[in-house]
């Protein structure tokens, strides 16, 4: 089917008529929908005007969401956020059906006016509705990055996963800035091949800035701006109109992005780097919580790796512990809890329910990953949950959805995935992390907070990282330069 694209090239989301509670059966989202009385997806109960606009979460939405589904006994739910219809899909069933068996007409995205309009992320091809200049753009990126081209990434990496690790023995405290530069600079040295120094290098601050905006004006719903875009001409002085000040210098950053003149394919994938950051930073949490299943990654590395050699992507096959171990890095937090949400391009029906051309369709990435049918005990951390005899269990199924659906799931997830694999591997073979101690002397574990937004990232903790031995160390003190 041909996605609808409006004159401004963007796809508009639908108004629609609440109004008319309880039971929405006059609603009209457009003049030509063939809805026939069928029901909406249920939902908590709409007000009218409103919607449900004063019942919807602000923080850890996702986990609402997956209540209310459960509560209402259907895996996707309607919402209508004063005027803005927007269906919530918990399963991965559901999610299959609609975002893979019906990617044709499940694929645009919204039109944020705090994101495009105001911060200035247009240019962005993760965020252009479906249509000729994303699938340009999608189709470069998908060349340049494709999956069996390991070499345009992975030495990358391998360089600078070992900067962070000589890092991580002068300043271990700030594991974090640390980790932050290795995902920042190998980003930014695979797309634009520019090499990064430290952490105060330009390219990386620019970055950093414009993502904190573009993390803080994607959340849907977030900015009353997105549900009444006339807002967009308040001027930034007037009482109330903060999103203007803060849109304003997210913009410049965006802006300044933008204008170093490197291809756009590249741009796109420096927000890549932030969700990586933040699996890494769970990993760091992680191993601080759980000793035993460090200890183990740790046995299985000692047990396959030449002594005093780091590990190398060669040895990926036969560590089959520490591939459980970054699924579950990926699973268990599930940092894109709402990925990035979709908008269906054509009125739909499923399971006898309307969805209306215009909705926002968003997938509960978090719900499928805390589906008990399929990871058992899912708020625990368990890596094994993935093996069987020793080795993966391909009857378990992997947390792809941590990447987002159907045609626009995300093309550098085999990047990501690399990138999180060699920097577990590497930290666990020469390094030994533990939680601080109180003036007792008893381990002080982090509190497992997440602080709320488009990607989750740990609330700061702090640990102990320590070389795991004299030779350990040595190794680390002898990581001079490493040939690409
Ligand atoms: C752990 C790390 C990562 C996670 C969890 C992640 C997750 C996601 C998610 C959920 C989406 C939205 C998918 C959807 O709309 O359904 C996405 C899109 C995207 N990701 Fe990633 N990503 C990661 C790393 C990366 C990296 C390293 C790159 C680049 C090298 C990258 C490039 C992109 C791009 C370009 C899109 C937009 C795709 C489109 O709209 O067509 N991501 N990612």
């Known amino acids: 089917m041909t996605p609808v694209i409006y004159p401004?090239?963007?796809?508009?989301?639908?108004?629609?008529?609440?109004?008319?509670?309880?039971?929405?059966?006059?609603?009209?989202?457009?003049?030509?929908?063939?809805?026939?009385?069928?029901?909406?997806?249920?939902?908590?109960?709409?007000?009218?005007?409103?919607?449900?606009?004063?019942?919807?979460?602000?923080?850890?939405?996702?986990?609402?969401?997956?209540?209310?589904?459960?509560?209402?006994?259907?895996?996707?739910?309607?919402?209508?956020?004063?005027?803005?219809?927007?269906?919530?899909?918990?399963?991965?069933?559901?999610?299959?059906?609609?975002?893979?068996?019906?990617?044709?007409?499940?694929?645009?995205?919204?039109?944020?006016?705090?994101?495009?309009?105001?911060?200035?992320?247009?240019?962005?091809?993760?965020?252009?509705?479906?249509?000729?200049?994303?699938?340009?753009?999608?189709?470069?990126?998908?060349?340049?990055?494709?999956?069996?081209?390991?070499?345009?990434?992975?030495?990358?990496?391998?360089?600078?996963?070992?900067?962070?690790?000589?890092?991580?023995?002068?300043?271990?405290?700030?594991?974090?800035?640390?980790?932050?530069?290795?995902?920042?600079?190998?980003?930014?040295?695979?797309?634009?091949?520019?090499?990064?120094?430290?952490?105060?290098?330009?390219?990386?601050?620019?970055?950093?800035?414009?993502?904190?905006?573009l993390a803080a004006s994607a959340a849907p719903g977030m900015f009353l701006v997105d549900s009444i875009p006339i807002l967009k001409y308040v001027p930034a002085w007037m009482p109330g109109a903060g999103f203007q000040i803060k849109a304003s210098s997210w913009r410049a950053a965006a802006t300044d992005m933008v204008n170093i003149p490197f291809a756009a394919t590249q741009k796109a994938v420096v927000r890549g780097a932030d969700t990586t950051v933040a699996s890494m930073n769970t990993f760091m949490l992680a191993m601080t919580c759980f000793p035993e299943i460090q200890k183990k990654a740790q046995a299985e590395l000692d047990r396959v790796l030449v002594a005093g050699q780091l590990p190398t992507f060669e040895d990926e096959s036969s560590l089959p512990y520490l591939s459980a171990l970054v699924k579950e890095i990926i699973r268990w937090r599930a940092i894109t809890p709402l990925a990035v949400p979709h908008q269906v391009t054509q009125d739909d029906e499923y399971n006898g329910y309307f969805i209306p051309k215009g909705s926002i369709v968003a997938g509960n990435v978090w719900a499928m990953l805390h589906d008990e049918n399929e990871y058992p005990e899912s708020l625990a951390f368990n890596p094994e949950r993935f093996l069987k005899n020793g080795s993966l269990d391909p009857e378990v199924r992997d947390p792809t959805v941590a990447f987002g659906f159907g045609r626009r799931i995300c093309p550098g997830k085999h990047i990501a995935i690399s990138m999180l694999w060699i920097t577990v591997a590497s930290i666990l073979s020469v390094y030994e992390i533990t939680p601080e101690e109180d003036e007792t002397g008893n381990p002080v574990s982090p509190s497992q907070e997440y602080i709320p937004s488009m990607i989750l990232h740990p609330a700061p903790f702090k640990c102990k990282i320590k070389p795991r031995s004299r030779e350990a160390e040595r190794l680390i003190i002898s990581l001079d330069s490493v040939a690409r």
């Open 8 to 213: 401004t090239g963007v796809s508009q989301p639908v108004a629609f008529n609440s109004s008319e509670v309880p039971g929405y059966d006059s609603f009209e989202p457009t003049r030509n929908s063939r809805r026939a009385r069928r029901p909406l997806p249920p939902g908590p109960k709409k007000l009218p005007l409103f919607g449900n606009i004063f019942q919807l979460p602000t923080t850890f939405e996702w986990e609402t969401y997956a209540k209310w589904g459960e509560e209402l006994k259907s895996d996707i739910i309607h919402l209508d956020a004063a005027g803005t219809s927007i269906v919530i899909v918990n399963s991965h069933k559901a999610a299959t059906e609609l975002f893979d068996k019906r990617s044709a007409i499940y694929s645009s995205r919204i039109h944020s006016t705090m994101l495009h309009e105001l911060a200035g992320w247009n240019t962005l091809f993760g965020f252009m509705p479906y249509g000729e200049r994303w699938k340009e753009h999608r189709r470069l990126f998908q060349k340049h990055f494709h999956p069996s081209n390991t070499l345009v990434h992975q030495p990358f990496e391998l360089e600078y996963t070992r900067k962070a690790l000589k890092k991580l023995l002068v300043s271990p405290e700030k594991f974090m800035d640390h980790l932050r530069f290795l995902a920042g600079a190998s980003t930014l040295a695979i797309t634009y091949g520019i090499e990064i120094k430290d952490e105060d290098d330009p390219y990386l601050a620019v970055a950093e800035k414009a993502l904190v905006g």
